[in-house]
């Protein structure tokens, strides 16, 4: 009787042990995915500089620069960048749309604030800011 009392003070002291590092993993989730709608997204103040150059750098420029760029498509300055939205490509490709390769590939999409973000920025003009 006192090895069962044991061995069930075992498996309940793993089930909490296991519950505990699961319930851990939701600390590093992303907020704009459990939040949706939030009113972090700042679409009023966009600027090449300081918000579009940064989402390319961190989502696109690793495919997109070089004498091996992707498709031949650059996206490492605000030239660069305007020729593919001119070339009417990119806001279809970032947003997933159908008919267009979904971007970045391999990678999750965009998020809908950086995605409001770029398009916020071509309504502006595009200005290199």
């Known amino acids: 009787m006192e090895r069962q009392t044991i061995k069930l003070k075992t498996i309940i002291v793993i089930f909490i042990s296991i519950a505990l590092i699961s319930l851990q993993s939701c600390y ?36 997109h620069s070089g004498a091996g760029a992707s498709a031949g498509i650059k996206l490492t300055n605000h030239t ?4 593919a939205i ?32 770029i398009e916020a920025w071509i309504v502006l003009g595009k200005n290199n800011n």
Not at 39 to 61: A, G
Not at 80 to 83: G, M, Y
Not at 92 to 107: E, K, R, T, V, W
């Open 28 to 63: 590093k989730d992303n907020e704009e995915e459990l939040y949706p709608g939030g009113d972090n997204c700042n679409t009023e103040n966009v600027s090449f500089s300081q918000t579009i150059m940064p989402i390319f750098t961190n989502n696109c420029v690793g495919c």
């Open 80 to 83: 660069e960048i305007v020729a």
């Open 86 to 117: 001119d070339g009417g490509r990119l806001v279809g490709a970032i947003s997933h749309q159908s008919g267009f390769s979904a971007m970045p590939q391999g990678a999750p999409k965009l998020s809908d604030c950086a995605i409001s973000q």
